[in-house]
């Protein structure tokens, strides 16, 4: 069964980190675009940082940049969002997506139901 599945969320407090990790299983992620996404409560989802599938092009929404940095690991089919400085309207579920054939990673940030894979999402709070 093709899968992705989101850890690393929690609680903390402004100015914390977190880093998020994206697991692939029942696919190889080499041939894929990923992005993270969030959705706050009565917000639509927005893309947040997306990844190409070599690793070499990144994209960022301008509310995280400088604070959040995506990376990928292929050896172990994962991959991760570091998220420094943290603010309280960071506060969502985060989820992460995979698609191939994307012509450029900003193409990937851009939400849509038509992506390949969907994950469950992992809840970020930071509050004090």
């Known amino acids: 069964q093709l899968q992705l599945v989101e850890s690393g969320g929690g609680l903390v407090q402004p100015g914390g980190s977190l880093r998020l990790s994206c697991a692939a299983s029942?696919?190889?992620?080499?041939?894929?675009?990923i992005g993270w996404f969030r959705q706050a409560p009565g917000k639509e989802r927005e893309g947040v940082s997306c990844?190409?599938?070599?690793?070499?092009?990144?994209n960022y929404a301008d509310s995280v940049k400088g604070r959040f940095t995506i990376s990928r690991d292929n050896a172990k089919n994962t991959v991760y969002l570091q998220m420094n400085s943290l603010k309280p309207e960071d506060t969502a579920v985060y989820y992460c997506?995979?698609?191939?054939?994307?012509?450029?990673?900003?193409?990937?940030?851009?939400?849509?139901?038509?992506?390949?894979?969907w994950g469950q999402g992992t809840q970020v709070t930071v509050s004090s």
């Open positions: 997506a995979a698609e191939a054939h994307i012509t450029t990673v900003q193409a990937m940030c851009v939400m849509t139901d038509g992506r390949y894979v």
């Open positions: 990844i190409s599938s070599s690793g070499d092009s990144t």
């Open positions: 029942g696919f190889t992620l080499d041939y894929y675009a």
